[in-house]
Protein backbone atom coordinates (compact mmCIF):
# COMPACT_ATOMS: atom_id res chain seq x y z
CA UNK A 1 0.00 0.00 0.00
CA UNK A 2 1.14 3.63 -1.08
CA UNK A 3 1.10 5.78 1.46
CA UNK A 4 -0.59 9.37 0.97
CA UNK A 5 2.17 11.09 0.90
CA UNK A 6 4.30 8.81 -1.46
CA UNK A 7 1.54 9.19 -3.79
CA UNK A 8 1.56 12.96 -3.65
CA UNK A 9 5.66 12.77 -4.45
CA UNK A 10 5.19 10.19 -7.36
CA UNK A 11 2.77 12.65 -9.10
CA UNK A 12 4.88 15.65 -8.70
CA UNK A 13 7.03 13.41 -10.78
CA UNK A 14 4.78 12.71 -13.12
CA UNK A 15 3.85 16.45 -13.62
CA UNK A 16 7.36 16.90 -14.13
CA UNK A 17 7.14 14.95 -17.19
CA UNK A 18 9.51 12.27 -16.08
CA UNK A 19 8.75 9.25 -17.26
CA UNK A 20 9.52 5.46 -16.79
CA UNK A 21 13.81 4.95 -18.06
CA UNK A 22 13.99 8.71 -18.72
CA UNK A 23 17.39 9.93 -18.01
CA UNK A 24 17.34 12.22 -15.29
CA UNK A 25 20.55 14.90 -14.47
CA UNK A 26 20.85 16.75 -11.13
CA UNK A 27 23.37 19.62 -10.86
CA UNK A 28 23.23 21.66 -7.59
CA UNK A 29 22.49 18.73 -5.37
CA UNK A 30 23.44 19.89 -1.33
CA UNK A 31 22.00 19.16 1.82
CA UNK A 32 18.77 21.30 1.41
CA UNK A 33 17.39 19.66 -1.20
CA UNK A 34 14.17 17.61 -1.46
CA UNK A 35 14.97 13.79 -0.70
CA UNK A 36 11.29 12.42 -0.98
CA UNK A 37 11.22 14.39 -4.39
CA UNK A 38 14.59 12.85 -5.57
CA UNK A 39 13.45 8.96 -4.39
CA UNK A 40 10.02 9.48 -6.34
CA UNK A 41 11.89 10.19 -9.41
CA UNK A 42 14.44 7.65 -8.82
CA UNK A 43 11.27 5.20 -8.63
CA UNK A 44 9.42 6.67 -11.54
CA UNK A 45 12.12 6.29 -13.90
CA UNK A 46 13.60 2.95 -12.38
CA UNK A 47 16.70 4.10 -11.84
CA UNK A 48 19.30 6.33 -10.12
CA UNK A 49 19.45 10.32 -11.13
CA UNK A 50 22.63 11.02 -12.62
CA UNK A 51 24.94 13.28 -10.52
CA UNK A 52 26.67 16.80 -12.87
CA UNK A 53 29.51 15.26 -13.83
CA UNK A 54 27.52 12.27 -16.28
CA UNK A 55 28.33 11.94 -19.97
CA UNK A 56 25.40 10.80 -20.98
CA UNK A 57 22.54 12.30 -23.36
CA UNK A 58 20.09 13.23 -20.71
CA UNK A 59 16.79 13.83 -20.78
CA UNK A 60 15.94 16.12 -17.87
CA UNK A 61 17.84 17.91 -16.11
CA UNK A 62 17.23 18.90 -12.40
CA UNK A 63 18.78 22.03 -11.61
CA UNK A 64 19.08 23.39 -7.91
CA UNK A 65 19.46 26.85 -7.89
CA UNK A 66 19.54 29.17 -4.36
CA UNK A 67 20.66 33.14 -4.58
CA UNK A 68 24.06 32.34 -3.81
CA UNK A 69 25.01 30.15 -6.45
CA UNK A 70 26.75 32.09 -9.20
CA UNK A 71 25.74 32.93 -12.21
CA UNK A 72 22.20 31.81 -13.92
CA UNK A 73 22.95 31.89 -17.01
CA UNK A 74 26.54 30.32 -16.92
CA UNK A 75 24.66 27.05 -15.53
CA UNK A 76 21.91 26.99 -18.01
CA UNK A 77 24.67 26.81 -20.74
CA UNK A 78 26.08 24.25 -18.93
CA UNK A 79 23.04 22.35 -18.11
CA UNK A 80 22.61 22.76 -21.75
CA UNK A 81 25.21 20.90 -23.04
CA UNK A 82 24.43 16.86 -22.85
CA UNK A 83 20.66 17.86 -22.85
CA UNK A 84 18.37 15.83 -25.70
CA UNK A 85 17.37 18.33 -28.31
CA UNK A 86 13.45 17.96 -27.20
CA UNK A 87 15.00 17.93 -23.55
CA UNK A 88 13.93 20.06 -20.72
CA UNK A 89 15.93 21.69 -17.30
CA UNK A 90 13.97 21.98 -14.31
CA UNK A 91 15.46 24.77 -12.49
CA UNK A 92 14.73 24.14 -8.82
CA UNK A 93 14.44 26.77 -6.56
CA UNK A 94 13.49 27.48 -2.50
CA UNK A 95 10.25 28.75 -1.96
CA UNK A 96 9.75 32.61 -0.81
CA UNK A 97 10.99 33.01 2.63
CA UNK A 98 12.71 30.03 2.37
CA UNK A 99 16.80 30.58 2.41
CA UNK A 100 18.14 30.90 -0.80
CA UNK A 101 14.72 32.10 -2.40
CA UNK A 102 15.88 33.46 -5.87
CA UNK A 103 13.05 36.02 -7.20
CA UNK A 104 11.13 35.05 -10.27
CA UNK A 105 12.28 37.63 -12.13
CA UNK A 106 16.05 36.28 -12.17
CA UNK A 107 14.88 33.85 -13.61
CA UNK A 108 12.99 34.71 -16.49
CA UNK A 109 15.99 37.26 -16.82
CA UNK A 110 18.54 34.25 -17.65
CA UNK A 111 16.36 32.31 -19.73
CA UNK A 112 16.24 34.29 -22.67
CA UNK A 113 19.62 34.99 -22.47
CA UNK A 114 21.01 31.51 -23.24
CA UNK A 115 17.93 30.82 -26.06
CA UNK A 116 15.72 29.10 -23.35
CA UNK A 117 11.73 29.86 -22.98
CA UNK A 118 10.36 29.08 -19.82
CA UNK A 119 6.93 27.42 -20.23
CA UNK A 120 5.77 26.41 -16.21
CA UNK A 121 6.15 26.92 -12.63
CA UNK A 122 5.31 24.65 -10.41
CA UNK A 123 4.99 23.90 -6.32
CA UNK A 124 7.65 20.47 -6.23
CA UNK A 125 8.13 19.95 -2.36
CA UNK A 126 7.10 22.10 1.05
CA UNK A 127 10.18 24.07 0.39
CA UNK A 128 10.74 24.46 -3.32
CA UNK A 129 9.03 25.47 -6.72
CA UNK A 130 9.97 24.42 -10.02
CA UNK A 131 10.55 26.65 -12.69
CA UNK A 132 10.63 23.95 -16.56
CA UNK A 133 12.24 25.87 -19.32
CA UNK A 134 12.55 24.19 -23.22
CA UNK A 135 14.30 25.17 -26.44
CA UNK A 136 12.24 26.85 -28.19
CA UNK A 137 10.64 25.91 -31.61
CA UNK A 138 12.71 26.78 -33.85
CA UNK A 139 10.73 28.80 -36.83
CA UNK A 140 11.03 26.07 -39.78
CA UNK A 141 9.27 23.81 -37.27
CA UNK A 142 6.52 26.80 -36.83
CA UNK A 143 5.07 26.57 -40.88
Known amino acids: MVAAGDADQS ?8 KPEMVVQEIGWDEDVD ?9 QIGGDIL ?18 DG ?7 DARGPLEES ?16 EPSEIAE ?3 AVGLAQTANMSVGPNW ?15
Not at 71 to 77: F, H, K, P, Q, V
Open 11 to 18: SVAERLGI
Open 35 to 43: DDLRAAIEE
Open 51 to 68: DEDADEVIDVVLLWWRED
Open 71 to 77: DLGDALI
Open 87 to 102: GVIWVLTPKTGQPGHV
Open 110 to 112: AVP
Open 129 to 143: IGTRLVSPKSKSKQR
